[in-house]
C-alpha cells in the first residue's frame, strides 16, 4: 500500500496553492510551492502503472483556512490524494 498527497497541475492549483497561500494570505513562505513540481494525476498514475502498481482510489483535499481544517471533496483540481497498492 502506498498513499501519494501532492498538488495538481491546474491553473486553479497555481491560483490557491501559490497566488492565495503564498503570496497574498502569506500562510506560506513565498518560494515554498514550484509549479513546474505539480503533479497531474494521471502523470503518477503512468508511472505507477509502469511498476506494477494501481491507484485504487483518489480523493481531493480542500483546506478551509477560516476554520482551519482539511476535508476530503470529490474536487481533485488542487489539492489530492491517492490510496495505491501493487498489481
Known amino acids: 500500500m502506498l498513499i501519494i498527497s501532492t498538488i495538481n497541475k491546474t491553473l486553479k492549483s497555481y491560483v490557491f496553492a501559490i497566488g492565495l497561500a503564498e503570496y497574498l494570505?502569506?500562510?506560506?513562505p513565498i518560494?515554498?510551492?514550484?509549479?513546474?513540481?505539480f503533479?497531474?494525476?494521471s502523470?503518477?498514475?503512468n508511472i505507477l502503472l509502469?511498476?506494477?502498481m494501481t491507484l485504487k482510489e483518489i480523493q481531493g483535499l480542500s483546506y478551509n483556512p477560516i476554520l482551519q481544517q482539511w476535508r476530503?471533496?470529490?474536487d481533485i483540481s488542487v489539492n489530492y490524494i491517492m490510496y495505491i497498492t501493487a498489481i
Open 25 to 28: 494570505l502569506r500562510y506560506l
Open 39 to 41: 503533479l497531474k494525476p
Open 50 to 52: 509502469s511498476h506494477n
Open 31 to 37: 518560494g515554498t510551492h514550484d509549479f513546474n513540481k
Open 72 to 74: 476530503l471533496t470529490n
Open 43 to 45: 502523470t503518477i498514475n
